[in-house]
Nanobody, 117 residues
Framework: QVQLVESGGGLVQAGGSLRLSCAASGSRASIGTMGWYRQGPGKQRELVGTITFGGNTNYADSVKGRFTVSRDNAESTVYLQMDSLKPEDTAIYYC???????????WGQGTQVTVST
């Protein structure tokens, strides 16, 4: 089992920055790709960005050039640096981790990010 705990959400003005963190505990050796998803008001959950254990990243087109996913493998922690935030980035952001041994994936509890105009 893997537990994920996010931190760093909050309220920010448009154009500002926030950094989210997600720390994994439990069976950390089983973790492969980690990443972030978000769910805006009235919307489905969508990909923000992912990062493999080796550091390869993948981003949604809507955040490319503004958001950066990084990770500290020694600490089993993944980060999301969000710059040039827009009101449409307002959402609950969820941390995700995938097992390297199976198709199992784990989710954090979510952290609210609100971008005001």
């Amino acid at each position: 089992q893997v537990q994920l705990v996010e931190s760093g959400g909050g309220l920010v003005q448009a154009g500002g920055s926030l950094r989210l963190s997600c720390a994994a505990s439990g069976s950390r050796a089983s973790i492969g790709t980690m990443g972030w998803y978000r769910q805006g008001p009235g919307k489905q959950r969508e990909l923000v960005g992912t990062i493999t254990f080796g550091g390869n990243t993948n981003y949604a087109d809507s955040v490319k050039g503004r958001f950066t996913v990084s990770r500290d493998n020694a600490e089993s922690t993944v980060y999301l640096q969000m710059d040039s935030l827009k009101p449409e980035d307002t959402a609950i952001y969820y941390c995700n981790a995938r097992s390297i041994w199976s198709s199992r994936e784990y989710w954090g509890q979510g952290t609210q990010v609100t971008v005001s105009t």
